[in-house]
C-alpha cells in the first residue's frame, strides 16, 4: 500500500479575465475569484481514485501559499484526501517564488511523510511552468511519469501511459515515483457542499518553509508583466486583384 | 409534508452552491431559483413532489457536467 502526497496550488479560477496591474509588476489578484489549480483537481481525482481501488492507504494534500490557500486544501479534502498539510508563504517571498522551491518543500516533505508516490498537475494555469514534477523527481532521484494520461499498478510499480506530441508513450517505473497529471486522466468529481462541511473535520497542519529547512530566496527578478498584443483589425478588399496585390505588398505569395 | 420538507432544502441549498459558479454570475442564478421554488411552494401532492425533487437532483447533476465539460474546453484550449 502506497501514500500518495498530492501538490495544489490556489490559482486565479480558469473563468476570470486577467487584468495586469498598471505598474506592469504582476497581475491583479485583490478581489478576485480563486480556485483550484483544474490540473491539480485532475492530480487529486486520481490519488482518491487510488485509494478507492485499495492501491494507496493515505492521500495527503499539500499547499505552498498565503493563508487562503487552506481553501484550496479544503476543496481537496472535500474530494476525499485524508489530510492536509500547509506551507505558509506570504507577501513577497510569494510573488517571487518559483517552481524550485515548490519542488524542494515537496521532495523534503515525500521524504518526512514517507510517501511512495507523488502526483501533482502537469502545469498551474498561472504561471504555466510545467516545471514542478521533473524537479521534484530530480530532487528525491525518482523515476518520472509526466503528462500521465492513465496510470496503472503493476506488480512492481507503475505503468503509465504519456501524452507525447502527435501519441501515446507507455513507460514502465518503480515505486517510488512522482507522476504528472493531464488533462485527460480522468474527470475530477465536484467538491459537494456536505463534503466540503465535514472536510472541515480534517486535519490540516501548518508550516513554514523554514521548518523543513528550504531557502525561498529568490533567483530570478520579475522585469515586467505585460498584456499580450491586441490582433489588429482586418479589412475587407473590393476584389481579387486587390487582394493578391495585399498579399503581395505583405510578402505572402 | 414535513418528510418531503427536509429533501426540498436539501435540494435548495446544494443548487444554491451550485449556482456560485454559474456563467452569467450568482444573482441570476439565485433569482431564478428562488422563482421557480416559490412558484411550486404550494404543491401538496405528495408523489407531484417526488417527481419535482427527482427533476431538481437532475438537474444539479447538469449544471455539474456542464461545469466540467467548459473547464475541459477552456484547459484543452490552453494547450
Not at chain 1, 521533473?134 to 503493476?154: H, N, R
Not at chain 1, 510499480?157 to 507525447?164: A, D, F, N, S, V
Not at chain 2, 441549498?13 to 411552494?41: A, E, I
Request: proline residues 4%.
Amino acid at each position: 500500500m502506497a501514500r500518495v502526497l498530492v501538490g495544489v496550488k490556489r490559482v486565479i479560477d480558469y473563468a476570470v479575465k486577467i487584468r495586469v496591474k498598471p505598474d506592469k509588476s504582476g497581475v491583479v489578484t485583490d478581489g478576485v475569484k480563486h480556485s483550484m489549480n483544474p490540473f491539480d483537481e485532475i492530480a487529486v481525482e486520481e490519488a482518491v481514485r487510488m485509494k478507492e481501488k485499495k492501491l494507496a492507504s493515505e492521500v495527503i494534500a499539500v499547499s505552498c501559499g498565503p493563508a487562503q490557500s487552506q481553501e484550496t486544501l479544503r476543496t481537496a479534502l472535500a474530494m476525499g484526501a485524508d489530510r492536509a498539510i500547509h506551507i505558509e508563504v506570504a507577501g513577497a517571498e510569494y510573488e517571487t517564488m518559483q517552481p524550485i522551491h515548490v519542488a524542494k518543500i515537496l521532495a523534503k516533505l515525500s521524504k518526512d511523510e514517507k510517501a511512495d508516490i507523488v502526483i501533482v498537475g502537469k502545469q498551474a494555469i498561472d504561471d504555466d511552468s510545467n516545471q514542478t514534477a521533473q524537479m521534484t523527481a530530480a530532487l528525491l532521484d525518482w523515476p518520472q511519469g509526466t503528462f500521465a494520461s492513465k496510470v496503472e499498478k503493476t506488480d512492481s510499480g507503475l505503468t503509465i501511459t504519456r501524452e507525447i506530441d502527435g501519441g501515446l508513450e507507455t513507460i514502465k517505473t518503480k515505486i517510488p515515483a512522482v507522476i504528472s497529471a493531464d488533462l485527460r486522466l480522468n474527470e475530477p468529481r465536484y467538491a459537494t457542499l456536505p463534503n466540503i462541511m465535514k472536510a472541515k473535520k480534517k486535519p490540516l497542519k501548518k508550516m513554514t518553509a523554514k521548518d523543513l529547512g528550504v531557502d525561498l530566496t529568490s533567483r530570478i527578478k520579475i522585469i515586467s508583466v505585460e498584456d499580450p498584443p491586441v490582433r489588429q483589425a482586418g479589412s475587407i478588399v473590393p476584389d481579387v486583384d486587390t487582394l493578391i496585390a495585399k498579399l503581395k505588398e505583405g510578402g505572402h505569395i | 409534508m414535513s418528510t418531503h420538507r427536509r429533501a426540498v432544502l436539501n435540494l435548495y441549498k446544494t443548487l444554491l452552491y451550485l449556482g456560485r459558479d454559474w456563467p452569467q454570475g450568482y444573482d441570476l442564478f439565485r433569482k431564478r431559483l428562488y422563482k421557480v421554488f416559490t412558484k411550486n411552494s404550494e404543491e401538496s401532492d405528495p408523489e407531484k413532489i417526488e417527481v419535482m425533487i427527482k427533476h431538481g437532483e437532475f438537474v444539479a447533476k447538469e449544471i455539474e457536467a456542464l461545469y466540467k465539460l467548459k473547464k475541459y474546453r477552456a484547459m484543452k484550449h490552453r494547450i
